[in-house]
């Protein structure tokens, strides 16, 4: 039995476990119930304080919410994923995870300011980014933007239709940056919450199903559009996240679409913890029931360097290898299932220590193809200022970050 057909199985195992049936699996997810919720700092805020746990990712006129410290530091993991020594051949055109190149690019943010101001003004409370930051990029090499917004502003009520303002403002820049050959990974920025209230709970699935539905059918004969579902679900139960994300991806296969699409896990979707029970049943046990018919999906994690691993303090790295050290557990996790990941956030300062951290980082999932697909830096965009982490150039000249970044650029 290869890893794909083992994955399945489990698959099977933790689905059958999640409707709370018998089976001959062994030990199945247990339900939402028996997860231990209180078990997690996270889990006892409340869903408006959890929203976003990084300082990395506020506007400068915001406040940094909750760091990310359930899981303690520890002795890093054996890495059981030795280097590979070629990469997978690539369609430059597909979508599909198979055939995708390596993507290396940025976050460009902006449009998810502001997330107390609902929807907004443009230009007010939020912007977008530019075609020169787009240009600016694809002349560095880099491939694929991630492009952060707010579900609420796009759709400003559930199973309405889509803001006409908003979606020309995102058309713009997928279809600036697709006709560069770059690719596109639309994100909306919501912490599996719509105007504060968690997908499942206090919102339904239907709605972000719907959501996706109309998206996915907008953008589905763009096949360099990449479909990230979420950004950081977290306080909430891993199971609950799971049923969300697959209702997703059902509305999403349901329209004719074959885009890859990127899954998180729960709790801000960190790479450290991704086998962890601090915040309830871990995503490397629930995250094998996703369900996708057309088998074209990876796994979006995030992974910050500093103390908390939640960005809050982007100025100070443990130490030059924690990169590595803190995915090493969750690339192991992807070769034993037959998986892919992408590193949808990353970031760090300018220091000595952080400098080589980010190299060390990459220079892992260089080396690791089967495994990684890419990554996407956090972040640029025209807001930023002079925030500490950063890569939208100043006065025109790129920030130190930059110059290890091109790096590990194809």
């Not at 030990?27 to 997690?40: C, F, H, K, N």
């Not at 997928?174 to 105007?195: C, E, F, M, Q, W």
């Not at 999403?252 to 915040?279: C, E, K, Q």
């Not at 956030?345 to 892992?364: F, K, N, V």
Request: net charge negative.
């Amino acid at each position: 039995m290869n890893a794909a057909d083992a994955r399945r199985v489990r698959q099977v195992c933790v689905l059958v476990a999640a409707w709370g049936m018998a089976s001959g699996c062994g030990g199945g997810a247990p339900s939402s119930a028996e997860t231990p919720a209180a078990a997690s700092p996270q889990a006892q805020a409340t869903p408006a304080a959890s929203a976003s746990p990084a300082a990395s990712e506020q506007s400068p006129a915001q406040q940094p919410g909750p760091a990310d410290s359930s899981v303690p530091e520890t002795a890093p993991a054996a890495d059981p994923t030795p280097p590979a020594a070629t990469a997978p051949a690539a369609d430059p055109g597909a979508a599909s995870v198979a055939a995708l190149p390596s993507l290396r690019g940025v976050s460009l943010a902006g449009a998810e300011f502001a997330e107390t101001s609902l929807p907004g003004t443009f230009q007010g409370n939020y912007t977008y980014p530019t075609t020169d930051e787009i240009d600016h990029f694809v002349a560095l090499g880099m491939n694929v933007f991630r492009l952060p917004f707010r579900w609420e502003r796009l759709q400003q009520q559930q199973l309405a239709a889509f803001d006409a303002a908003e979606q020309g403002r995102i058309d713009a820049l997928v279809s600036y940056a697709t006709a560069k050959g770059a690719y596109v990974l639309i994100d909306p920025h919501n912490y599996a919450r719509y105007y504060g209230a968690v997908i499942g709970e206090g919102v339904p699935a239907s709605a972000f199903a719907d959501f996706w539905s109309k998206l996915a059918t907008h953008f589905k004969d763009n096949p360099r559009v990449l479909f990230g579902l979420m950004n950081e679900p977290n306080t909430m139960s891993t199971e609950l996240w799971l049923a969300d994300a697959n209702a997703a991806i059902a509305a999403i296969r349901a329209t004719g679409a074959t885009n890859l699409i990127l899954v998180p896990g729960n709790a801000w979707t960190g790479a450290h913890s991704w086998l962890d029970a601090s915040y309830g049943t871990p995503n490397a046990q629930v995250m094998l029931g996703i369900v996708d018919p057309l088998d074209n999906f990876a796994i979006e994690v995030h992974q910050y360097l500093d103390g908390n691993a939640a960005g809050t303090d982007m100025g100070t790295c443990v130490s030059s290898t924690v990169g590595s050290e803190r995915l090493a557990a969750f690339t192991g996790w992807l070769a034993e299932n037959g998986l892919r990941g992408f590193l949808g956030e990353l970031g760090a300062g300018t220091s000595a220590t952080c400098l080589a951290a980010i190299d060390d980082m990459l220079a892992y999932m260089d080396a690791r193809p089967q495994q990684w697909l890419g990554w996407a830096y956090w972040a640029a965009g025209p807001w930023w200022g002079g925030s500490v982490g950063n890569i939208e150039p100043v006065n025109g000249q790129d920030v130190p970050q930059t110059a290890v970044l091109v790096q590990h650029v194809p």
